[in-house]
């Protein structure tokens, strides 16, 4: 098929790029690439080495987080003239933790076509690598920048049983999983994946308790770009392990009842409720 053929005036086309590998790009989304009047970038000079690669000569124009509305104007008029743009991110799938969805939505309040051309995902693709048999996950992508507001973000989505995924970025890492430890629990399993597609790609699964030491072993390890993996959280049978019993009676020693509940909470993973339940009974 003529890549010509592919492509219809006046439409936005969501095009994924490759998350590191330059070859994870389907045959249509370079039909597309080839074929639209203009594509919209979030950065230029990342777009630009893709386009060179497989030989694309095309207008480019910014389209960020920072101007994504202002610039919506300028796409909605260019649709409106009968031209056809490709959005494109550094990496992935546009508006999934990435600019685009303010876009996409006022495009299509305008009456404007908007067609997905699918393609590398970092999260399917640390899941589908991940050996974590479960059929069920939430997506939620970046945490919080500040630890505070992490943790209440965290805090909302402890008692999920789904398996949990989040994006990070490397200068946040360590912080980060130690803040995952703290709120859900040093029991969780973690997958942390890094670099996926690249040279470096790393997989490495362990409790949340030793993520940060692992982390922190070898400065490479904080390097790169994040999909980090939690189990979800286990259903409460209002059974209480021996380890989380014996951590209780011996916090109950020496701190008021609510704080040891909360302490013992965190460190074996049990249900507050659960405990607080048990705490009243060894008190009584």
Request: proline share 5%; net charge neutral; hydrophobic share 45%.
């Amino acid at each position: 098929m003529n890549p010509i053929n592919t492509i219809s005036g006046g439409t936005l086309y969501i095009v994924a790029t490759p998350i590191g590998n330059l070859r994870d790009i389907s045959l249509r989304a370079l039909d597309v690439l080839s074929a639209v009047d203009i594509i919209a970038a979030e950065d230029t000079r990342t777009t630009a080495p893709l386009l060179t690669h497989y030989s694309i000569a095309k207008k480019i124009m910014a389209l960020h987080q920072h101007n994504e509305r202002a610039m919506a104007t300028k796409v909605i008029n260019l649709l409106a003239q009968g031209k056809s743009i490709a959005l494109v991110t550094d990496a992935g799938t546009p508006g999934i933790s990435d600019p685009g969805g303010a876009l996409v939505r006022l495009v299509r309040d305008q009456g404007h076509k908007v067609i997905p051309i699918p393609g590398a995902n970092a999260a399917i693709c640390a899941l589908s690598a991940s050996g974590i048999d479960t059929p069920h996950f939430l997506f939620y992508g970046f945490l919080p920048a500040s630890s505070g507001h992490r943790k209440r973000e965290l805090e909302a989505l402890k008692s999920q049983p789904s398996t949990l995924v989040f994006y990070e970025a490397p200068h946040r890492i360590v912080e980060c999983v130690a803040d995952l430890a703290d709120v859900l629990g040093m029991h969780r399993q973690i997958t942390i994946a890094r670099e996926l597609t690249k040279v470096f790609e790393t997989f490495h699964s362990c409790v949340l308790r030793d993520a940060c030491a692992w982390l922190q072993a070898e400065p490479n390890r904080q390097k790169g770009e994040f999909v980090l993996l939690l189990s979800g959280a286990e259903e409460d049978k209002g059974e209480v392990s021996d380890w989380a019993r014996r951590t209780l009676t011996l916090l109950l020693e020496d701190l008021p009842l609510k704080q040891a509940v909360k302490l013992a909470a965190a460190i074996t993973g049990e249900s507050k409720n659960t405990l607080y339940a048990l705490a009243l009974a060894l008190k009584g």
